[in-house]
């Protein structure tokens, strides 16, 4: 078990609708990064925060947003839902200050756009 | 080209085989690599790390980065039937820090059969 805990498991909702993702970050752990994966792409960075803060966007759609909270908990929001959007979405966190600290990923949420 | 070329498979090997897995990378910033293994319905889980060039062993698993080449490889030997899983290598171009970004290849997957 990574300490990273990801809700829902699983996500069926239809195109043009909206989703929210949650994670809850390993205990200390101040970063959080958000990656998609899907069969052709593989994982994909989408975006990082770190303490609260935006640090680093990697390929994000706009209609993707992403906040962490005070009590370093993430939330990833998904907007106007496309078909090609059904992946595998996971969380990681890390301590980030040590060099070389691993990033620790959650189960994921799986995504599946009808 | 992409940042990070790995070779799908799948690769199927009898128990006991040696495994050589492989990827090459085109951004010469990358000095820290990695190797994820992702069990199925699970998310990535560290397994080594080396930094620059050169071997680094633990137990059955040996990581070589040859930066001169841009190509780095994990050997697996005694190969295990629970050792089944997709094997994912990453790179970043820093070690830690709030803008820590890894990039990661697409996978292979890996079956050592019993």
């Known amino acids: 078990d990574s300490g990273v805990t990801q809700t829902p498991k699983h996500l069926i909702t239809a195109t043009g609708q909206r989703v929210t993702l949650r994670c809850s970050p390993r205990?200390?752990?101040?970063?959080v990064y958000w990656y998609q994966q899907s069969l052709d792409q593989g994982l994909q960075f989408l975006i990082q925060?770190?303490?609260?803060?935006?640090?680093a966007k990697g390929n994000i759609l706009e209609r993707f947003s992403a906040q962490q909270f005070p009590d370093l908990h993430s939330e990833l929001n998904l907007s106007s839902l496309e078909l090609g959007d059904s992946a595998l979405y996971f969380c990681?966190?890390?301590?980030?200050?040590?060099?070389?600290?691993?990033?620790?990923f959650g189960n994921g949420t799986r995504l599946t756009v009808t | 080209q992409k940042e990070v070329e790995q070779d799908p498979g799948p690769l199927s090997v009898p128990e006991g085989a040696i495994v050589s897995l492989n990827c090459t990378y085109s951004n010469s910033a990358f000095q820290y690599f990695m190797w994820y293994r992702q069990y199925s319905r699970k998310g990535p889980e560290l397994l080594m790390y080396t930094y620059s060039s050169g071997n680094k062993e633990d137990g059955r698993f040996t990581a070589q980065v040859d930066k001169s080449s841009k190509y780095i490889s994990l050997f697996i030997r005694d190969s295990q039937p629970s050792d089944s899983a997709t094997y994912l290598c990453?790179?970043?171009?820093?070690?830690?820090?709030?803008?820590?970004?890894?990039?990661f290849g697409k996978g292979t997957l890996l079956t050592v059969n019993p």
């Open positions: 925060y770190y303490n609260g803060e935006e640090r």
């Open positions: 205990s200390g752990d101040l970063s």
């Open positions: 990681a966190s890390s301590v980030a200050t040590a060099v070389g600290s691993p990033l620790h």
């Open positions: 990453a790179m970043s171009a820093n070690s830690g820090g709030s803008n820590y970004k890894l990039t």
